[in-house]
């Protein structure tokens, strides 16, 4: 038997074909009908069925007693649940419970749509993401432009004559704010059509090796570079609004200009360690092609500058930067630049007024206990969660005492790892909903498991804002839930009922009438809920949920049923231009240079004399084979490429003693690791890459599911004032050789 399903485990959602042998996964292989991905697959998608058939994945609660960890009942689980929430919520009240979610429920359309009932139960200021280790920087630049937190251009790839890579490896990471299936057929593509692409990275990366030139910038200084880029387009009177002339404030353009005059390719050749003819040209080039987009990501979003010896993060002002370069040389909003796409279950840039709407608040109006650092877009910066744990007010002890993580494992996610994985032991409760006994979840006191992908249905809310073509693609669930599992819809809907119950000391509501409210919100958030929950009747769960809001979305008579009468999925066509309906600013025009932003170039000009360059700086290096700290214990895709080696330039482990395949210790300001030494030119040198996602646990052993927790090393200090992502990037550390 063959079934057709998108797979789930990274931004590209391949379309998959399953065959079935009973109850089993037989095969895999990427489904040529599909109208996104074309029969595309990486490793990740055909190792779906190891992953639903791994005997190591949860699929009962577990309880922590005084032996640790057992399996549990659901019953027995949202007891302890309950008892928990009312000692804590009772005696601290709901500000002393922290939420954290993972990057996996951006691909869980029963997250997408549940998960915000959960938040306002906890009613919890205390709320933090993988987003501040991530994207946030892009998502606040772009919010404060355009308006919402997905009002996302992509990169319309397939019709590009110039694509750019600042600080990214699409090649690798299978796109990222960017779902683009089969990157490297459209890489060739491009080639052969005659574009080119450029990429600027501190390492030979795969998408490196594609492209017709490798920049190898020195880490950290993606920013000047792009500030020196915006100068030669005001210098040499380059720019060209293109789609946004009618959207921008003619004004403030010409204040950009002023404002990036000290950053010529001269001041900042030395700092980038490119040449300033290079930089100048390089402008040049994306100015004069026929289309041009340009991209940045983990890089431009998660890098320090090092600023008289302190690494800090200017992510969102470099970000911005990339905005403004696609918006200065007419890229933005035309075909083979950047562009937004219109998903079909709406989204931000589809909902209230076209064209105009709130816009987004940065810095946002809460502050954390101990630092005082701002939230952003509703959360606060993940660097500051574990003092926020282990740091009680001198006067009224206060903390945070109980920790809720949905799909996610901040143990080896986050900054200074160490500090948190010790904060988790002062806390009251720990409840984590994970597939796995993670890093994470090995200290809680409740594990609720999360399902196989293969046994809940899926379709891509979030990623088809950001798709690089626009598409709708429904699949079932493959298999039923075994025995002893749980929808994790009900899961969710389940703890909100609790924390609701708790919080506001009310009668606890039932799962169908938490469902319910969900739909009546999904409803009336995208047109008449009597006759919207009508029309879909008999429909309940995510398949009510997405059925609302295809119809309240921006495609005509596109429903569920359509979907699931195109197992193949519907293709809805290439990106188009939205300039100015896609616009949700209160000024109903881009807002070019936001006050912060302003601000955030001034800051930058005061460090500019007093850049300092490490003489070791470490960067992450992202893995096809698994996705951030999951995958890489299934058999399939352990090893190969997937190797948690410190990646060392020659010239810097003859200087540091080290040789190949040697055991040495990594250090910096945070904390110790013992890596295993890869000597490579394909890092410049001053440069040491190690990729993340990677369990702490004898780093140093041959074995291929364990390798050095990054994160140990990067600072919890030093966070981008305006979105509060970390510094992950351009860490200065030092390589010292250990005797064996």
């Keep these: 038997m063959t079934v057709r399903h998108i797979c789930p485990l990274c931004e590209a959602t391949c379309g998959l074909e399953l065959t079935l042998d009973g109850d089993r996964v037989a095969s895999v292989r990427g489904d040529a009908d599909d109208v996104f991905s074309r029969g595309f697959v990486c490793p990740k998608g055909v190792a779906i069925g190891d992953l639903h058939h791994d005997p190591a994945r949860l699929r009962a609660p577990m309880v922590r007693d005084e032996t640790g960890l057992r399996e549990a009942t659901w019953d027995e689980a949202f007891d302890r649940i309950r008892e928990g929430l009312r000692t804590v919520i009772g005696e601290s009240g709901p500000n002393a419970v922290a939420l954290y979610l993972g990057n996996p429920n951006s691909h869980n359309v029963t997250s997408t749509f549940y998960l915000p009932a959960l938040v306002r139960a906890l009613a919890t200021r205390y709320r933090f993401s993988a987003s501040t280790v991530d994207q946030m920087p892009q998502q606040v630049a772009l919010g404060l432009m355009y308006g919402t937190e ?168 470099a970000s911005w930067l990339v905005a403004v370069l696609n918006l200065l040389t007419g890229n933005l909003d035309r075909p083979g630049g950047v562009m937004f796409p219109l998903p079909p279950a709406g989204g931000p840039t589809t909902f209230g007024e076209p064209g105009r709407g709130r816009g987004v608040r940065i810095p946002g109006s809460q502050r954390t206990r101990v630092r005082g650092l701002a939230s952003a877009l509703g959360e606060f910066p993940v660097a500051a969660l574990a003092e926020e744990i282990d740091t009680p007010d001198p006067d009224t002890g206060e903390r945070v005492r109980a920790l809720m993580t949905v799909a996610g494992n901040p143990v080896v996610s986050t900054p200074d790892a160490g500090r948190l994985e010790r904060a988790l032991e002062a806390l009251d409760l720990l409840i984590c909903l994970d597939a796995y006994v993670t890093e994470t979840s090995r200290h809680a006191d409740v594990i609720l498991p999360a399902p196989s992908p293969l046994s809940r249905d899926h379709y891509d809310v979030v990623f088809a804002s950001l798709a690089v073509r626009n598409t709708a693609r429904w699949s079932p669930a493959v298999f039923p839930l075994g025995e002893t599992e749980r929808d994790e819809g009900e899961t969710l809907l389940r703890l909100a009922a609790i924390a609701a119950s708790v919080v506001n000391a009310v ?92 601000e955030e170039i001034a800051r930058l000009a005061d460090a500019l004399p007093r850049v300092w360059v490490p003489d070791l700086a470490l960067v992450g290096r992202r893995q096809l084979r698994t996705n951030n700290s999951w995958l890489r214990t299934l058999p399939r895709l352990a090893g190969g490429s997937s190797r948690a080696t410190l990646q060392v330039n020659p010239d810097d482990a003859e200087r540091a003693g080290v040789d190949a395949q040697a055991v040495a210790l990594l250090t910096s300001d945070s904390g110790s690791v013992e890596v295993l030494v890869e000597v490579t030119d394909a890092v410049r040198p001053g440069v040491v890459c190690l990729p993340h996602g990677w369990s702490q646990a004898d780093a140093w052993a041959a074995d291929a599911t364990r390798g050095p927790n990054i994160n140990v090393l990067t600072p919890s200090s030093g966070v981008d004032p305006l979105s509060g992502t970390a510094v992950l990037n351009a860490v200065p550390v030092t390589l010292t050789a250990v005797a064996r």
């Design 150 to 317: 997905l009002s996302v251009p992509v990169p319309d790839i397939d019709r590009t004559d110039l694509f750019l890579v600042i600080g990214g490896n699409p090649l690798v990471s299978n796109g990222s704010l960017m779902t683009v299936p089969d990157m490297p057929g459209r890489v060739r593509a491009l080639r052969a059509r005659g574009g080119r692409m450029i990429v600027v990275d501190p390492v030979h990366t795969r998408t490196a090796a594609a492209a017709d030139e490798h920049l190898a910038i020195r880490p950290g200084t993606d920013v000047l570079l792009l500030a020196a880029m915006v100068n030669v387009l005001f210098a040499e009177g380059l720019v060209e609004l293109g789609a946004a002339a009618d959207w921008v404030d003619r004004g403030n353009v010409a204040r950009i200009g002023q404002l990036l005059a000290p950053f010529t390719p001269e001041a900042v050749a030395d700092h980038t360690g490119l040449s300033a003819a290079r930089i100048a040209q390089l402008a040049r080039e994306v100015a004069a092609a026929e289309s041009a987009a340009v991209y940045g990501r983990m890089g431009t979003s998660t890098s320090a500058l090092n600023v008289a010896g302190e690494p800090t993060s200017f992510g969102t002002l």
């Design 507 to 598: 009668p606890e509501p039932t799962v169908e009438q938490m469902d319910d409210l969900v739909a009546f919100e999904v409803a009336r958030r995208v047109g008449d809920p009597a006759e919207l929950l009508a029309a879909v009747a008999p429909r309940r769960g995510v398949p009510r949920l997405l059925d609302l809001s295809l119809r309240g979305g921006p495609y005509a008579d596109l429903d569920l049923a359509v979907l699931e009468a195109a197992p193949a999925g519907v293709d809805l066509g290439p990106l188009t231009p939205r300039l100015p309906e896609v616009l949700r600013t209160p000024t109903g025009c881009i807002e070019v240079l936001p006050e912060p932003i302003g």
